[in-house]
């Protein structure tokens, strides 16, 4: 059983993990038909996996050596790579909250994306302390590494930087997603403070 087979079939066979993924971190298998007729621009074929509540969908791209690339394309248009594997792509998704992270980041400064992943992993804390336990319980049930927050940066900012064809998302039409990168260098109330 491939790494990516036997972590889906963990999150599948584990209803508390899959809740905590779903509930805490935006990950659901169970809505991996958000995804249907997405492709990439090269034109290869993607594998949905979750999707999450405002639309998005994750999915798994060929085999590239030896591992599958995660690519998450959002409802709003945006879309990209967010890892190498699956192991990798949940280390993200339960260690940083990466889609914010990429969207104040500045259209895709690294020093910005640090910025702001310091602030947004403050702001996590304090509006819901338990959250570091459940990221620490998904990654021991899935055995995933709990991953300090400037190296997630450093990993998510390198894949979201590819733009291959074999790593950007485009619709049914053949129509490119917009990078995921947003243009914000800080939140829209109250700064970094």
Not at 32 to 58: C, D, F, N, T
Request: hydrophobic share 40%; with cysteine.
């Amino acid at each position: 059983m491939t790494s990516r087979h036997r972590l889906l079939s963990l999150v599948q066979n584990a209803p508390e993990i899959g809740l905590l993924l779903r509930s805490s971190f935006h990950f659901d298998i169970g809505r991996k038909h958000h995804g249907e007729g997405m492709r990439l621009a090269s034109g290869a074929p993607l594998e949905p996996i979750a999707g999450e509540s405002a639309g998005g969908a994750y999915f798994l791209c060929a085999e590239q050596d030896g591992r599958r690339p995660v690519v998450f394309a959002s409802s709003e248009g945006e879309g990209g790579l967010i890892a190498d594997d699956l192991a990798d792509a949940l280390e993200i998704i339960i260690g940083l909250e990466w889609h914010d992270c990429l969207s104040f980041s500045g259209g895709g400064e690294v020093e910005v994306m640090q910025e702001s992943a310091r602030h947004l992993h403050r702001l996590r804390d304090q509006r819901n302390p338990g959250l570091g336990k459940d990221a620490a319980r998904v990654a021991a049930a899935l055995s995933l590494r709990v991953v300090p927050v400037p190296d997630l940066v450093v990993r998510l900012h390198a894949a979201a930087s590819r733009t291959e064809p074999d790593h950007v998302v485009a619709d049914d039409q053949g129509q490119a997603f917009d990078p995921l990168f947003g243009e914000y260098t800080e939140p829209r109330q109250g700064g970094w403070r």
